[in-house]
């Protein structure tokens, strides 16, 4: 079964620090995707990335840097300079394919609280 | 880009009412809409598949009954929560799935919906 873990429950960093949150997940379907959302205390989730299983680069955008490594089922989210707005829940999602209609799978989510 | 709305953003009612909660895909056709529950500071789990035309397929553990889909048209899904309970406040939100370019048919997210039970 797909399965993705956030063992990061709570976070908390001063302004222009850097954040890594960590991302681990579980799947026997060779075809995946993984995301990351960002939850604000609005409650509306935010598309950050997704990146397919065969997609093994790293991507960089802006102060937000991911790290895919299939070797370790890893899927990290780092922020560089965090700043106060990045205050959020963040969420890794898995992909499962099943009959065709892709699920998404969540991780229970990391809050990250950037202090000033 | 892809826009999902849901109406009400925000509803409180009495316990043992009905409250309905719309999806809707703005400038796209869905013919998949999920929905998912959020209770406070937990993550978001999939209540249900709506396909256009057909029943939807409800995951372990969730009532039928007590939470009606209906995805009528291409851009519109609804969720019917029946004889409410105040166990059942929580954040709904749904999302729709695009049917993009390439393989992947990516989902786009409403704003959710706050649903208070008292």
């Known amino acids: 079964a797909q399965k993705v873990t956030q063992a990061q429950t709570e976070i908390s960093v001063v302004e222009k620090e850097d954040v890594t949150l960590d991302c681990v997940y579980e799947?026997?379907?060779?075809?995946?995707?993984l995301f990351w959302y960002k939850q604000p205390p609005s409650g509306e989730l935010v598309f950050l990335i997704r990146?397919?299983?065969?997609?093994?680069q790293n991507e960089i955008s802006g102060r937000y840097s991911w790290n895919f490594q299939k070797s370790t089922s890893s899927f990290n989210f780092t922020i560089t300079a965090s700043q106060v707005v990045d205050s959020a829940v963040y969420f890794c999602a898995l992909s499962e394919n099943q009959g065709g209609s892709e699920k998404l799978v969540f991780g229970k989510g990391t809050k990250l609280t950037v202090n000033p | 880009g892809a826009v999902v709305s849901q109406h009400p953003s925000r509803v409180i009612c009495k316990s043992g009412t009905s409250v309905k909660i719309e999806c809707r895909s703005l400038?796209?056709?869905?013919?998949?809409m999920f929905w998912y529950r959020q209770f406070p500071k937990q993550s978001l789990m999939l209540m249900a598949t709506?396909?256009?035309?057909?029943?939807?397929?409800?995951e372990q553990g969730v009532e039928k009954d007590k939470f009606l889909i209906n995805h009528a048209s291409l851009t519109l899904s609804t969720l019917t929560v029946t004889s409410a309970h105040p166990e059942d406040s929580s954040f709904y939100i749904c999302?729709?799935?695009?049917?993009?370019?390439?393989?992947?048919?990516?989902?786009?997210f409403g704003p959710g919906t706050r649903l208070t039970v008292l």
């Open positions: 400038d796209f056709q869905a013919t998949t």
């Open positions: 990146r397919n299983s065969f997609d093994e």
């Open positions: 999302s729709a799935r695009h049917p993009g370019q390439y393989t992947y048919n990516e989902q786009f």
């Open positions: 709506s396909n256009e035309g057909s029943k939807a397929t409800y």
């Open positions: 799947t026997r379907d060779t075809t995946y995707y």
